[in-house]
T-cell receptor, first 114, second 115 residues
């Protein structure tokens, strides 16, 4: 069972470079999320997509853009990477039309910006 | 602003001890409270709680929710070294009818179990 798949697993960028983190889920979920995790900070929501065709800002959206390409795929783009964006990024999905539901997480992308 | 606060932030215990992890919250549109365990990689789901006073159990782990006092506890009995991890509490907020649902996480409790 693939579940939620993120690519790449590791990435090093120079300040100012751009990159896109890819996420795909095969559980037919409507909702997808991007979180970042920094030491001692838990998981903070960057952007989410409640359903195909919609995206909304979370707690820490500055410096990021997202695209919900289709129901399966939700990408996160850093247009001009900064050292403050060094973090571990997790993509997640859930089924919003079930009243109470867990979120399923990908394995994470460890991003370092130098 | 939605808030989820976990305590303690870190804890060191000996194998065989019993531990209690705490999670309090202040959110609008509460739907559920979830506990996750995170070892090296992705968080893995433990429990979801929606009703007060009903204990959920899985082996040595159990959890309960108090919606009046706005908190939950996660208990681990007879701890083992394999329980060493970060335990994350998350609150599900939103309105499925309106098309929004998201999880707000606490900072986590880092549990270290030493032999």
């Amino acid at each position: 069972n693939a579940g939620v798949t993120q690519t790449p697993k590791f990435q090093v960028l120079k300040t100012g470079q751009s990159m896109t983190l890819q996420c795909a889920q095969d559980m037919n979920h409507n909702s997808m999320y991007w979180y970042r995790q920094d030491p001692g900070m838990g998981l903070r929501l960057i952007y989410y997509s409640a359903s195909e065709g919609t995206t909304d800002k979370g707690e820490v959206p500055n410096g990021y853009n997202v695209s919900r390409l289709n129901k399966r795929e939700f990408s996160l783009r850093l247009e001009s990477a900064a050292p403050s964006q060094t973090s571990v990024y997790f993509c997640a999905s859930s089924e919003i039309w079930v009243l109470n539901t867990e979120a399923f997480f990908g394995q994470g992308t460890r991003l370092t910006v130098v | 602003e939605d808030k989820v606060v976990q305590s303690p932030l870190s804890l060191v215990v000996h194998e065989g001890d019993t531990v209690t992890l705490n999670c309090s919250y202040e959110v609008t549109n509460f739907r559920s409270l979830l506990w996750y365990k995170q070892e090296k990689k992705a968080p893995t789901f433990l429990f979801m709680l929606t009703s007060s006073g009903i204990e959920k159990k899985s082996g040595r782990l159990s959890s309960i929710l108090d919606k009046k006092e706005l908190f939950s506890i996660l208990n681990i009995t007879a701890t083992q070294t394999g329980d060493s991890a970060v335990y994350l509490c998350a609150v599900g907020v939103g309105n499925s009818g309106a098309g929004s649902y998201q999880l707000t996480f606490g900072k986590g409790t880092k549990l270290s179990v030493i032999p």
